[in-house]
């Protein structure tokens, strides 16, 4: 019926070697595309351990962080309670030792103590800071860092 244009030409069998060749290049064409969808099969598989690491490392960084705020809250509410109290007194000694500049803060208040107080019928007459031996020593021997009168 298709014959009847007078337009098709007739059919041939093909060569033998023809058969092989086009067979070879489809299953070429195939191995191609196994590299490359490997390669993209393992880079997905990178990316995608690489975003759960981090989602992760995130996760646990954040509430490692939210910890540490609410630790620094209380302690700044603590602090600023003690130095903002009112028998409070707050004293800055500018020292300077062996060419460093820095600075001693006292607090002084009757409710709290950082070092052994004297006995109720002493008072405190002032501060002295000297540098020391590390073994340390029964009375100051070193050079004298700041000596202050309360």
Known sequence: M???LGMLAAPRTPRPELKGRVVARALARRRRWGGPLAAAAVITLILGGGAWWAYRTIGRLTAERDGLVTRVQALE??????????AT??????????????????????AVMGLEMPRADQRVMGAAMSIEPRAGSASPSGPMVFHLLL
Do not use: E, K, M
């Not at 007194?89 to 500049?101: A, D, K, Y």
């Open 2 to 4: 298709t014959d009847w």
């Open 77 to 86: 509410d603590t602090v600023s309670t003690f130095i903002h109290g009112p």
């Open 89 to 110: 007194r707050l004293i800055q000694i500018p020292v300077s030792t062996g060419g460093r500049v820095g600075s001693v803060t006292i607090f002084a208040d009757s």
